[in-house]
């Protein structure tokens, strides 16, 4: 958690930068008041929080593309109109939480948007969702920071998802985002990742999109059996018809 603080300190004020806390445990589960599936403190409020406080940043921005929905970070932020939280996962699966409908509550009614998608969604899909709901989205908050929490358990080697994400797949989500961002600092923070080669894989992938340095670290991947493109298509109109009711997309 003082990781999270830490990479929020270093990135604050300056345009453009971009910061990678390698944490564990992970957080996205952890609610205010106690830690939930695998998770104790959660980074991400804390980062989140860290900016709006001791920063002074108006709006934060937590992009959540763990293959599990982050429902401690929805349940700490649900009434707040600071914090826009936007989660990609995997429906009917752990922890149960993340429907399309739940959008926030009070002051906060918007904030929340949640992006469930089938088992077999891969780089296509993913992407497709980034270019129709996620960067617009995020050009439209125009936050003072985005956090993005930062899971690799949606590639097709995790044993805890039935995603079929590669490293370079999460290398381009990282790309996008980081462009969408302009001059706005981006602190990544490590949630879920449980095959260990695809997590060494997909964190570099991400540190090269993230800073546009080619390292060669990012190897490419064979393709793997992904859902048919429409499954994506459908849902990026879904979440579209839902987040247009608060935000101008
Ligand atoms: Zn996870």
Known sequence: MGGALLAVDAVAGHEGETAFALLRPPGHHAGAAAGRGFCVFNNAAFAARRALDAHGARRVFILDWDVHHGNGTQEIFYPEPAVVFCSLHQEAWYPGTGALEDTGEGP????????????????????????????PLLRVVAPGLIVISAGFDAHHADPLGGMVMTAPGFGRLARLTREAAGS????????????????????????????????????????????????????????????????AL
């Open 108 to 135: 906060g009614e918007g904030t929340t948007i949640n992006i469930p998608l089938p088992a077999g969604i891969g780089d296509g899909g993913y992407r497709y969702l980034f270019e129709e709901v996620v960067l």
């Open 184 to 247: 706005t600092p981006v602190v990544a923070l490590l949630e879920g990742g449980y095959d260990l080669r695809a997590l060494a894989a997909s964190v570099a992938a991400t540190l090269e999109g993230l800073t546009g340095i080619e390292a060669g670290f990012s190897l490419p991947e064979e393709a793997v059996g992904e859902a048919p493109f429409a499954v994506a298509r459908t849902r990026a109109r879904d979440v579209r018809r839902i987040v247009g009711q608060h935000w």
